[in-house]
């Protein structure tokens, strides 16, 4: 029945495009896919995927803050908060029974609404789901970017059946990370190890919300790698291997080692008929620094906001889909107060060469928030040199 909705959905899209010419056609493709990704399951983490694209969302969004609703005025915890373990406060080794009873109450199931735009059929609500780690007593919780991006609204459940409605604190689209509170204390946060110090073969049990309904599901495997890189969004993420199963709506969850310490954040996983055992975790080191960052300042310092919503079209294929005549990079939406345009396809950035969003990712690696930067874009047929200014990223 979902299937089918879907597959109403992108035929209304495709009709109402060709209904308006170019500029209609290629919204009416964008409208498909945003519809297609936003349409998720109840039961599942919408945004794990296959091999090669883990993360199966369309294109990379930096462009604003989600519209959940951002905390303002709750009760800030210091980042000094974080358990952080110290020889001093290490555990000995442990059972996995042991880092079950030790972890469980630090992992919380999310779950969100999000208020789609149907076209002809207005507006309707989608659900997802997915899970998080405690990481302050006081209600801070950590959990991956994807799982509430463009959520209205999100509800966490604790261990103990309890529901609380939270607020966003701050979230970072490069690491795929957010850091979200509730308004409630005394809760047991997971102590952060060190993801250094990790090695290959050694015990990983993941616990978390798989398949949006199985809070509170662990399950044992072994480190299998320490740095793979994934590319997700056109994005290279260096991120642990693991053989512990993880599963829709894994994201966000917590993966502890033996020692009942959090050493990565569930990101994703890479499935397929043939295909088990490969679950991926952001290394806890990297996700403290976040953190830390998110606490501090509601985002990252330093990150980039492109200004815009990028789309890749890398065959003939996609392009036929999209109903555009030529491969690369396009501007699927972009922000007031800039010269790119929906439609857009972005040829040059100060004279490189792009025709990925990871191209486009690596040029802005060499950039900061306030250069201006020289793009020449591809429109109705046009070549046009434009200068683009590049904005501190509060996402």
């Not at 396809?345 to 990871?358: D, F, L, P, Q, W």
Request: aromatic residues 4%.
């Amino acid at each position: 029945m979902k299937k089918r909705f879907i597959a109403l959905i992108i035929a209304a899209a495709i009709v109402a495009g060709a209904a308006a010419g170019f500029g209609g056609v290629y919204f009416g493709g964008i409208l498909a896919d945003k519809l297609v990704s936003s349409y998720s399951n109840p039961q599942a983490d919408e945004n794990d995927g296959s091999p090669g694209n883990i993360e199966n969302r369309p294109g990379i969004d930096n462009s604003g803050a989600a519209d959940i609703p951002v905390a303002s005025d709750l009760p800030g915890d210091d980042v000094s908060k974080l358990n952080v373990v110290t020889d001093a406060n290490k555990n000995g080794e442990l059972t996995i029974p042991e880092i079950a009873a030790l972890t469980a109450s630090s992992v919380v199931e999310i779950y969100t609404e999000s208020v789609v735009s149907g076209g002809r059929m207005g507006q309707f609500i989608t659900e997802g789901a997915g899970s998080g780690v405690i990481v302050t007593d006081g209600g801070y919780i950590i959990t991956n970017n994807h799982v509430i991006e463009g959520a209205s609204k999100i509800t966490v459940r604790l261990d103990n059946g309890q529901d609380f409605e939270a607020a966003l604190i701050g979230r970072d689209s490069k690491t795929d990370l957010a850091v979200i509170k509730i308004n409630a204390t005394g809760l047991n946060p997971a102590a952060f190890g060190d993801s250094n110090q990790l090695v290959v073969g050694e015990l990983a049990v993941a616990i978390g919300n798989p398949l949006g309904k199985l809070g509170g599901t662990v399950s044992e495997g072994i480190i299998s790698a320490l740095s793979r890189n994934i590319e997700i969004d056109g994005t290279v993420m260096t991120l642990l291997q693991t053989t512990a199963a993880v599963n829709p709506g894994n994201s966000g969850g917590g993966l502890f080692n033996r020692f009942g310490e959090l050493i990565g954040v569930v990101n994703a996983k890479s499935s397929g008929s043939d295909i088990e055992g490969i679950g991926f975790a952001i290394p806890a080191n990297l996700a403290r620094t976040i953190i830390e960052s998110l606490m501090k300042y509601g985002y990252v310092p330093g990150r980039i906001d492109f200004g815009a919503v990028l789309v890749d079209v890398p065959d003939q294929m996609t392009a036929r889909m999209y109903r555009v005549s030529a491969t690369g990079v396009y501007v699927s939406r972009a922000d007031e107060g800039n010269k790119l345009q929906q439609g857009d396809r972005i040829i040059t950035i100060n004279g490189e060469e792009v025709s990925s969003i990871a191209d486009i990712n690596e040029l802005l690696e060499k950039y900061t928030a306030g250069d201006v930067i020289v793009i020449i874009i591809s429109r109705n047929s046009d070549t046009i040199t434009i200068d683009h200014l590049l904005k501190q990223a509060r996402s």
